[in-house]
């Protein structure tokens, strides 16, 4: 009985293990609530939703990994029970947004679905490593939390303020992912290698965040947003160069990398609400 209970309780099972997921689902959310500078009723009810909808994500995966074979039977019924908290917890703060009058995020869940399906279809085909292209479209997805937050706070819905905190979130986290797999290709590696191989492996880092930084710097000249902001994804623009060019992490474990990440979004995220606030 004893050994029942703990596998319900497994980490693995019931909660997210990649410590990049939780920054990427929660800066955006705490970036959009800190531009709306309010709180609302439904702000609560926005984070259980979105809280929640986050969670199923771990125990859905292990039920379809169970499916296609790829983990024990035992496991089954503590993934169903997880998935079945979590969903009901999602389903209560949908209902208690659209009570508060914030029924149009519903509209945002549509838009993750097929997103869902595409992950879990991999998953079915032991094919989710190493898929860049689906991670960048998944942490769209997350980024949307940053329009859910600021539109359900400031009351505003769907607004051109909203759909720029969801593009800046989704710039900075697309240009992340691209980065992390630079990185768990380095640590592969026993020595770095010379400076021009080095080049040719960062290319596609440094295009997303130097795009990123002449992206910002337009959208701040339009007015859209503060200059500030420029700041924070030049800051993102050194640390590709650092990691990808001056300094690869070489043989680095992946926990660390992510740590590292960790860091580097959550200072992200610190600078662009200091550019909004300030």
Not at 36 to 44: E, F, H, Q, S, V
Request: hydrophobic share 55%; glycine share 10%; charged share 10%.
């Amino acid at each position: 009985m004893r050994q029942q209970s703990s596998t319900y309780l497994r980490p693995h099972i019931a909660l997210p293990q990649q410590h990049g997921a939780w920054v990427m689902w929660a800066g955006p959310l705490v970036f959009g609530l800190a531009v709306a500078r309010n709180l609302t009723p439904a702000t609560g009810w926005l984070l259980l939703a979105s809280l929640s909808a986050f969670m199923t994500l771990q125990p859905l995966t292990l039920v379809v990994k169970i499916w296609a074979g790829r983990r024990p039977r035992n496991e089954l019924g503590p993934g169903l029970l997880w998935l079945g908290l979590y969903a009901a917890a999602a389903l209560v703060g949908v209902i208690g947004l659209a009570l508060n009058g914030a029924g149009w995020t519903l509209m945002l869940g549509v838009l993750a679905a097929p997103v869902l399906i595409w992950q879990m279809s991999l998953v079915m085909r032991r094919e989710e490593r190493g898929q860049m292209g689906v991670e960048v479209v998944g942490s769209g997805v997350l980024a949307l939390n940053a329009l859910a937050g600021y539109g359900v706070a400031a009351e505003a819905g769907i607004d051109t303020r909203g759909l720029v905190l969801f593009a800046l979130s989704w710039l900075q986290s697309a240009a992340g992912i691209v980065y992390i797999f630079l990185c768990l290709d380095y640590r592969r590696m026993k020595t770095a290698p010379p400076l021009a191989e080095r080049q040719r492996l960062a290319r596609r880092a440094l295009l997303y965040s130097s795009f990123n930084v002449v992206a910002a710097m337009a959208l701040a000249a339009l007015g859209l947003t503060p200059w500030g902001v420029v700041i924070a994804f030049a800051l993102m623009l050194a640390e590709t160069a650092l990691g990808g060019l001056a300094q690869p992490p070489v043989g680095a474990r992946p926990a660390a990398i992510g740590v590292r990440q960790l860091i580097v979004t959550t200072v992200f995220f610190a600078v662009m609400i200091a550019a909004y606030l300030i």
